[in-house]
């Protein structure tokens, strides 16, 4: 009834999961032993990505093998076959067109970027809504592969969104019922909350896309692709700091901390810089390697843990300050069931029941070489009646 099928190249999302967890950990903690919280965030994380991108890309073009192929050359990085196209500037309308694209991505990276930085001001607001909902990323993602990209989305992967948006509709819904309205949150404000974050959730799903059309369409190095985005999104981020300095709580930090405390600091922002540049890295090895859903999923494949955490630490599920155990099991048995079909859709299970098997990589394979095989057989015993002839 139920299979695991482990694919190929499964190394970049598992490695896109471990420095994604880094990440947030590292930013976790900056938050709750230094109440360090800044907009210094953002400029990091876009110059982790240009480093990254700027590194890779100059080490494949200097020491990876190259080999030419009817007259085209070809890269290939961690088994990525990296399809050397056209270079593009902007004196035509192709590389117009592409540093556009890339510039796009970069505005909207910047975008859910910063509101992902203020969702959290709000006040009683739950510290794991963004997550529990994250399952309409896929969902995001979905709609832009089968209509923007012009790609299918199979039997298994369509059962799959229903029930993941199903369930993200009741996590929405019950949380009206479990969350305290009062002057510090209104209604509207709540709502407010939901609003950004799907729209958090829509960039990013314009992120994913897009770069998945530069690789596949156009055929573009993933990796430079990373080092213009970093670059855009730091020109951003630099234009943003012009009226909103990111130097204000580091400058309060220094004056507020010991030495010991502020050289910590500074040592966990170049830390940040790096993760960053790898779980970006990831990130479009990823998308290049699978498809957007998949680098999505890995964003919401530890919401059990998650959960299981702030209620054990009494960070979450509170009503009144009060752990509340019908709250908390809720939403732990949806982030199951929204983390299971995640595989699913993404075929790291196959459901052997109601044909939603027929339409998989596993199954599409297994018909493959049985085809070959009896293709050969078909010649065997061709070849077998020639020689009796």
Request: charge should be neutral; include cysteine; aromatic fraction near 20%.
């Amino acid at each position: 009834m139920i299979k695991i099928a482990l694919r190929n190249n499964l190394k970049y999302p598992v490695q896109l999961l471990i420095f994604n967890v880094l990440r947030d950990t590292e930013n976790k903690i900056l938050i709750y032993y230094y109440e360090f919280d800044s907009l210094i965030f953002m400029p990091l994380m876009f110059l982790g990505e240009f480093f990254a991108g700027l590194i890779i890309f100059s080490y494949q073009r200097k020491f990876l093998i190259k080999y030419k192929n009817d007259g085209d050359k070809q890269m290939k990085f961690k088994s990525i076959a990296l399809i050397k196209a056209k270079r593009f500037t902007t004196n035509n309308i192709g590389g117009t067109k592409i540093f556009f694209l890339i510039f796009f991505v970069a505005s909207f990276d910047f975008v859910q970027f910063m509101i992902s930085l203020y969702t959290p001001k709000f006040v009683n607001v739950s510290g794991s809504i963004k997550s529990r909902v994250a399952g309409f990323l896929t969902i995001f993602d979905a709609l832009f592969y089968y209509y923007v990209l012009r790609l299918p989305i199979l039997r298994h992967q369509l059962f799959s969104l229903i029930v993941i948006g199903s369930c993200s509709l009741i996590v929405i819904i019950s949380e009206f019922f479990f969350q305290k309205i009062d002057i510090f949150l209104t209604y509207g404000q709540f709502i407010l909350v939901y609003i950004l974050t799907f729209v958090v959730q829509f960039c990013s799903a314009m992120v994913d896309s897009t770069e998945k059309y530069l690789f596949e369409n156009k055929n573009l190095n993933p990796f430079k692709v990373l080092m213009f985005e970093g670059f855009f999104g730091f020109i951003l981020s630099f234009l943003h700091g012009i009226f909103h300095s990111p130097f204000v709580e580091i400058t309060n930090f220094y004056k507020d901390k010991s030495t010991y405390d502020f050289t910590i600091l500074i040592f966990a922002l170049i830390i940040y810089i790096i993760l960053s540049g790898l779980k970006n890295t990831f990130r479009v090895s990823t998308t290049k390697c699978y498809t957007p859903m998949t680098t999505t999923f890995l964003d919401y494949i530890l919401n059990p843990l998650y959960i299981i955490y702030f209620f054990a630490r009494a960070e979450d599920f509170l009503i009144d300050g009060k752990r509340n155990y019908v709250y908390f099991f809720l939403n732990l048995i949806i982030a199951f069931i929204i983390s299971f079909f995640g595989f699913v859709y993404n075929e790291f299970i196959v459901l052997f029941f109601c044909q939603l098997d027929i339409e998989t990589h596993l199954q599409i394979s297994g018909r493959s070489e049985k085809d070959e095989i009896n293709a050969h057989l078909d010649d065997l015993d061709t070849e077998n009646d020639d020689i009796e002839q």
